[in-house]
């Protein structure tokens, strides 16, 4: 995500006094380019339903399986699901990494996702075993460079607006909507910002 994108989207947001305070206090969020959607894919595998720190180590354990820590296809196909299981991944993500590792064996890296739209991208990525709304969500975001997804399954949104807002319970996703309407179409970086209230040591 260029500068000019994240200084607008800063400008935009800061009209809202909540998020003012944080974009006050927090850096700002910095976007990684990377084109390796496997390995991004994999990772938010990973990290599903787990804290930060907890999923960074899994994740580094799984790194380590590979020369310079780069995932090889093939080999991830062909591994023993005990070895998998020996990092840390349970029975479950194990079966999901193999079903990506085949899906961008045989078909994945000949799709082009620069090319298609949200919606497009969460109707070729739902196909594939273990593949959710948070996880593509978390790919719009942090692959693809989508300013405006808003990731209302994920729980440290959810306790982030909770907190922020000074809300009884934790907000639905029709009131997550309702509240982020005036972020658009910024929603991505609000979301960072957000996250950083309660950071666990990976945000």
């Known amino acids: 995500m260029n500068s000019k994108i994240l ?5 935009h947001l800061n009209k809202d006094k909540n998020l003012k305070k944080l974009i006050t206090k927090y ?13 991004a894919l994999s990772k938010s595998i990973i990290y599903q339903q787990l804290s930060g720190k907890v999923a960074k180590i899994i994740y580094n354990r799984f790194l380590d399986l590979f020369k310079n820590q780069t995932p090889d296809l093939e080999l ?17 993500k194990t079966e999901y990494i193999k079903c990506l590792s085949k899906y961008f064996h045989e078909t994945g890296n000949s799709v082009d996702f620069l090319s298609l739209t949200d919606i497009e991208i969460r109707d070729e990525l739902i196909q594939i075993k273990g593949i959710g709304q948070w ?10 460079f989508r300013t405006d997804i808003l990731p209302v399954a ?5 306790k982030a607006y909770k907190e922020l ?21 910024y ?8 996250w950083k209230l309660l950071d666990d040591g990976d945000v």
């Not at 996880?135 to 693809?144: G, P, S």
């Not at 809300?167 to 179409?185: G, N, R, T, V, Y």
């Open 187 to 194: 929603r991505t970086i609000s979301c960072c910002y957000l």
């Open 154 to 158: 994920d729980l440290g949104i959810k």
């Open 135 to 144: 996880t593509i969500d978390m790919f719009l975001m942090f692959t693809m």
């Open 76 to 92: 991830i196909i062909d591994i023993e699901n005990i070895n998998l299981r020996k990092i840390g991944l349970s029975k479950q």
């Open 165 to 185: 807002f000074n809300l009884k319970d934790l907000p639905s996703a029709k009131e997550m909507i309702k509240i982020s309407k005036p972020w658009q179409p």
């Open 27 to 39: 850096d700002r969020p910095v976007f990684k380019s990377d084109d390796n959607y496997f390995n």
């Open 7 to 11: 200084n607008n989207a800063i400008n």
